[in-house]
Structure formats: C-alpha cells, structure tokens
C-alpha cells in the first residue's frame, strides 16, 4: 500500500469500502452486464491480459474510450489502459483497481495515472475524471455491488 506522503499529485488515487467480499467487488469491475450498469457498456471485454475493448459513450463529442487488459489477478487487480483516442490532447492513462479484504468488506484502491499536470488542460481533465469517479460512478458501484 502506498503511504499518504508517497500519492502522486498527477493521478487521481480514491479509496471505498464496501461491506460485501471481494469476490462480490470483482464481480461488479469484470462482468460486463454489471460493468454496464455502473460505468458504460464494454464491447469485446474479457477480464483476460492482452484483451483489448471499448466503452462508446452515446451523445459525447469525444464517443469511445479504448482499453487494453494489463493485469488480472482475480479478487486482486484489475488494471487496463484508458485511452481516449479523440481527445484533442493526449488523453492516455491507466486505470488501476486494487482489492483488499478489509473486516467483513472490501477496501478498493482505484487509480488512475497518466497526467500531466503541468500541461493546464490535463490537469483540469483530472480534476473532473477524479470528480465524476468521486461522486458519480464509485456510489453506482456501490450501489451494483450491495444488489
């Protein structure tokens, strides 16, 4: 585990608990029907390293999101590219989920890395990306995960 003096100021780093095993956590981050129902629809997934698949996003002016299986450990990791290939600025991250038994629940680590802060535009992309998974789609997991 990282300690606090060792996040990265770059990469979006969230923590969740949820009170059901990991077992159930994994289920909701590698099932593609209950990806969809948290995040988007994935098309070609498979939680198996090198796969690569897509999420298309309906109505948005930058519509899909490319992504390549890195790591599967089951009950674990997870961890994929996300590309958005676009964007009109490099738009390249990778998105980590870490999972750790914690009591009678899960701690999930989700980290996304990739920015460059330095470059204005990026660092107010992750400032909205850290946002929308702070607010929006970490509850969604959760609520996919206690159903």
Same mark, same amino acid.
């Given at each position: 585990?990282? &300690?606090?003096?060792?996040?990265?100021?770059?990469?979006? #780093?969230?923590?969740?608990? =949820?009170?059901?095993?990991?077992?159930?956590?994994?289920?909701?981050? @590698?099932?593609? #029907?209950?990806?969809?129902?948290?995040?988007?629809?994935?098309?070609?997934?498979?939680?198996?390293?090198?796969?690569? =698949?897509?999420? @298309?996003?309906?109505?948005?002016?930058?519509?899909?999101?490319?992504? #390549?299986?890195?790591?599967?450990?089951?009950? #674990?990791?997870?961890?994929?590219?996300?590309?958005?290939?676009?964007?009109?600025?490099?738009?390249?991250?990778?998105?980590?989920?870490?999972?750790?038994?914690?009591?009678?629940? @899960?701690?999930?680590? =989700?980290?996304?890395?990739?920015?460059?802060? &330095?470059?204005?535009?990026?660092?107010? &992309?992750?400032?909205? *990306?850290?946002?929308?998974?702070?607010?929006?789609?970490?509850?969604? *997991?959760?609520?996919?995960?206690?159903?």
């Amino acid at each position: 585990m990282i &300690a606090d003096a060792e996040l990265d100021p770059a990469a979006v #780093e969230l923590s969740s608990f =949820f009170p059901e095993a990991p077992e159930a956590v994994w289920r909701a981050l @590698t099932d593609p #029907e209950l990806l969809a129902r948290w995040l988007l629809r994935p098309t070609g997934f498979a939680a198996t390293v090198g796969t690569r =698949f897509r999420f @298309t996003i309906p109505d948005a002016r930058i519509d899909e999101i490319r992504c #390549e299986v890195l790591i599967v450990r089951p009950c #674990e990791q997870f961890t994929c590219t996300w590309i958005y290939p676009q964007a009109d600025y490099p738009a390249n991250s990778i998105i980590d989920w870490t999972l750790h038994p914690q009591g009678r629940g @899960t701690r999930l680590l =989700f980290t996304q890395t990739g920015f460059d802060i &330095a470059d204005r535009r990026q660092k107010m &992309a992750r400032n909205a *990306l850290e946002r929308t998974w702070k607010r929006r789609l970490l509850p969604r *997991l959760g609520e996919v995960i206690h159903h």
